[in-house]
């Protein structure tokens, strides 16, 4: 709540998932505020939260996604496409619900990201902070590296007609080249040694 107060008080506009907390209501009771809204259609509901003394309005949007799922990972070819209900709370935005779901999936964009990041940082147990920095500073540079690679040179079209070819180097394979090159570069072909201490 804090943070959809601040949000509105910098007109800041805003979609968040909402996120179900505390017990459902037991058989023969009606289901109220946003779980009542979960038994809905796909559509826009108004919903006041409070805490206390203080409440902020704000509009609920519900929408589907399919995806496939099965009990037993083992049997992929078994999985079933199954609906799942979704629940956002917006404020200032205006579309409709599956426009809502599309603009927020853009976030994953940003975990993607970070995934890969962790891909090409340099793993160690040093407790310098300025070298961990370092490290994930690399990291960073070596994937928005491969984005450039990906959009001014692999990529067909320009402007909004552009289309990317993420098959033509994928970044796993571009790291694994730039480790050959520095191997190569750098290594006399010795055998590494560890040196254990007494």
Known sequence: MPVIEFLQAENLP???PVVMRGRAPRKGRKATGLRWIKRQLAGW????MKSGKRQVSISICVNYRWHRASQ??????????RRQKLLFAVWRV?????????????????????RQMRQARIYTCTR?????????ALALILR???VWLHQTRLAE??????????????????LDW??????????????PCVVCSP
């Open 128 to 136: 310098s902070g300025r070298l961990r920095l370092f490290f994930l």
């Open 144 to 146: 928005n590296l491969w």
């Open 94 to 114: 205006y579309a409709g619900p599956t426009a809502i779901r599309e603009h927020y999936r853009l976030r994953f964009g940003i975990e993607t990201s970070f």
């Open 45 to 48: 509901y108004p919903h006041t």
């Open 14 to 16: 805003f979609i968040m």
């Open 72 to 81: 037993d990972r083992r049997r992929r070819h078994r999985q079933e496409r």
């Open 178 to 191: 730039i480790v050959h090159e520095v191997v190569a570069l750098f290594h006399d072909g010795s055998t």
């Open 157 to 174: 079209g320009s402007g909004d007609d552009l289309t990317l070819h993420l098959e033509r180097l994928r970044f796993k394979r571009m």
